[in-house]
């Protein structure tokens, strides 16, 4: 098999039509070109999707035996044993792993994978599919070798290892409903750029929409995977004039900082408000109620993520996408509603 490359300095000065010294200058002193130059020059390696190699892609074998993560997060447990499965699995290799955060910013994103592939990362492994299409255009370009997790969509000749966040998270929703409750509030992630949350909240409107029988949401409120923020959304939801019976958050943070609230403002949990998470971090383990909620299969997405990535690495096509089962966690946290 015949592997494609990715573009090379040489590719950008034969585009801009300058020397390779001109172009080394413009990265590295850019003062000392001419502007007419360095715009040449920016423009072709934009287009070729090129990135200067700091980390020694110059080797003969290509390989620098380093693979790039690129996770939303570090805040909270949400990312951690999936992370840890996937380092592990890696190691066996002997391959080391690189970690970036992007904060749930998309421009962070992109930054961090061109710095990723600078530095020679071999494949990187990214959560979820919600991208701009420069992102992927310059994946592309640079024929990254990529694995996406968390999520069940790919794009045409993409893989994952994830699972399906809109039926985990209409699934939970109609155990609510079947145990009584009919008027739902959703503290949904940010679903700018997050097509995990997104999924989560239009997976239990759908299953809202299904269930019928009166069952409704009273309010949505989207708020960051942290527990201040929680409180404040629940909050909102305890402002409007149609009081839910069951509030379904899209994480266990969330709702721990849900349920939190609703202590201090002296209601009687899980008697006078049901709350459903989403993770089973530890977290949902050490709340008071015990928190029901959707437990995501981390370990096993990470290990797959690695064992896919490896392969894509070292030239492998025959293979495909997974995607694994989440389990409903029944704990304190869900009962039936009060009956008026």
Same mark, same amino acid.
């Given at each position: 098999?015949?592997?494609?490359?990715?573009?090379?300095?040489?590719? !950008? %000065?034969?585009?801009?039509? *300058?020397?390779?010294?001109?172009?080394?200058?413009?990265?590295?002193? +850019?003062?000392?070109?001419?502007?007419?130059?360095?715009?040449?020059?920016?423009? #072709?390696?934009?287009?070729?999707?090129?990135? +200067?190699?700091?980390?020694?892609?110059?080797?003969?074998?290509?390989?620098?035996?380093?693979?790039?993560?690129?996770?939303?997060?570090?805040?909270?447990?949400?990312?951690?044993?999936?992370?840890?499965? /996937?380092?592990?699995?890696?190691?066996?290799?002997?391959?080391?792993?690189? *970690?970036?955060?992007?904060?749930?910013?998309?421009?962070?994103?992109?930054?961090?994978?061109?710095?990723? *592939?600078?530095?020679?990362?071999?494949?990187?492994?990214?959560?979820?599919?919600?991208?701009?299409?420069?992102?992927?255009?310059?994946?592309?370009?640079?024929?990254?070798?990529?694995?996406?997790?968390?999520?069940?969509?790919?794009?045409?000749?993409?893989?994952?290892?994830?699972?399906?966040?809109?039926?985990?998270?209409?699934?939970?929703?109609?155990?609510?409903?079947?145990?009584?409750?009919?008027?739902?509030? *959703?503290?949904?992630?940010?679903?700018?750029?997050?097509?995990? #949350? &997104?999924?989560?909240?239009?997976?239990?409107?759908?299953?809202?929409? $299904?269930?019928?029988?009166?069952?409704?949401?009273?309010?949505?409120?989207?708020?960051?995977?942290?527990?201040?923020?929680?409180?404040?959304?629940?909050?909102?939801?305890?402002?409007?004039?149609? &009081?839910?019976? !069951?509030?379904?958050?899209?994480?266990?943070?969330?709702?721990?900082? %849900?349920?939190?609230?609703?202590?201090?403002?002296?209601?009687?949990?899980?008697?006078?408000?049901? /709350? !459903?998470?989403?993770?089973? !971090?530890?977290?949902?383990?050490?709340?008071?109620? #015990?928190?029901?909620?959707?437990?995501?299969?981390?370990?096993?997405?990470?290990?797959?993520?690695?064992?896919?990535?490896?392969?894509?690495?070292?030239?492998?096509?025959?293979?495909?996408?997974?995607?694994?089962?989440?389990? /409903?966690?029944? $704990?304190?946290?869900?009962?039936?509603?009060?009956?008026?």
């Amino acid at each position: 098999m015949v592997k494609s490359t990715a573009p090379t300095l040489e590719d !950008v %000065a034969k585009m801009a039509g *300058v020397s390779t010294a001109s172009i080394s200058r413009a990265l590295n002193d +850019p003062d000392k070109v001419a502007a007419s130059t360095r715009e040449k020059i920016e423009k #072709a390696i934009e287009t070729l999707g090129y990135t +200067p190699n700091f980390g020694g892609r110059a080797l003969a074998s290509s390989r620098t035996n380093t693979v790039g993560a690129v996770i939303p997060s570090m805040a909270n447990a949400m990312f951690a044993s999936g992370l840890q499965a /996937f380092q592990e699995a890696l190691a066996v290799d002997g391959v080391t792993l690189l *970690v970036a955060t992007t904060g749930f910013d998309s421009e962070q994103e992109f930054r961090q994978i061109k710095s990723l *592939v600078g530095q020679g990362a071999d494949g990187l492994m990214l959560i979820g599919n919600d991208r701009p299409d420069k992102t992927w255009d310059f994946i592309d370009k640079r024929r990254v070798a990529h694995v996406v997790s968390w999520c069940n969509v790919s794009r045409e000749g993409q893989f994952f290892a994830g699972f399906d966040n809109a039926t985990a998270a209409g699934d939970a929703a109609e155990r609510a409903m079947r145990l009584g409750h009919r008027r739902i509030a *959703v503290i949904s992630g940010q679903t700018a750029s997050n097509d995990r #949350a &997104k999924a989560r909240r239009d997976g239990v409107y759908a299953a809202v929409a $299904r269930f019928g029988d009166g069952a409704r949401i009273t309010h949505e409120v989207e708020a960051p995977y942290l527990i201040d923020d929680a409180a404040a959304a629940f909050d909102q939801i305890m402002a409007q004039a149609e &009081k839910p019976t !069951v509030v379904l958050c899209a994480n266990d943070a969330l709702a721990a900082g %849900a349920m939190m609230r609703a202590r201090e403002i002296g209601m009687s949990l899980p008697d006078e408000m049901s /709350f !459903v998470g989403f993770d089973d !971090v530890g977290l949902a383990r050490v709340v008071t109620p #015990a928190l029901t909620t959707v437990r995501v299969p981390q370990i096993e997405m990470g290990r797959a993520a690695a064992q896919f990535l490896l392969a894509k690495i070292a030239g492998e096509n025959d293979l495909s996408s997974t995607t694994f089962a989440t389990e /409903f966690i029944q $704990r304190e946290s869900l009962k039936p509603p009060r009956l008026p």
